[in-house]
């Protein structure tokens, strides 16, 4: 448990959102703006689109005063640094939306990309499930979990 007021998913998340804009040349002070009265994802409450997320935002939580303060600072340095460092999947995604799919959150790892006191939880290879928008949550929970089940068997 760390004393910081978001998880590392946060700072994925928030670098995730800001990619979409910011694949050509990432803006620091750009990055600082966008997530200021963003909402932290882990603290959102209720993401019930037709009501105001209750949650702590970026800079509530890490610079209530608002002087800068170096908290805030080093979010925004981590999210700029994650952009930078983003696989290119732009033309995966032209693809994923001329196709009529939308990404999912299923994944499925496998390995690990060296010894394991180097990282453990590196991966050597991660699946990204993308479906068909009228595609039910269980047929997708299904499909990931017979998948992984012959994929587990076969190798």
Known sequence: MTDRPY?????????????????EDPDFVGV?????????????IDEDPDFAPEGATWAGALDP???GTA???EAQRKIHDLIRGAADVSEWAVNLG??????????????????????????????HFAFRP??????????????????????
Not at 35 to 44: F, K, W
């Open 7 to 23: 998880t590392d998913d946060d700072l994925r998340a928030e670098a995730a959102r800001q990619h979409a804009g910011l694949t």
């Open 32 to 44: 600082g703006e966008q997530m200021e009265d963003r909402h932290i994802q882990s603290t959102v």
């Open 65 to 67: 005063e608002g002087d």
């Open 71 to 73: 908290a805030y600072e």
């Open 98 to 127: 001329a196709d009529g799919l939308e990404p999912d959150g299923h994944t499925l790892q496998l390995g690990t990309k060296g010894p394991a006191e180097e990282d453990p939880d590196q991966p050597f290879v991660r699946l």
């Open 134 to 155: 009228d595609a039910p949550a269980e047929d997708r929970d299904r499909f990931v979990m017979e998948l992984s089940k012959v994929v587990l068997r076969n190798l």
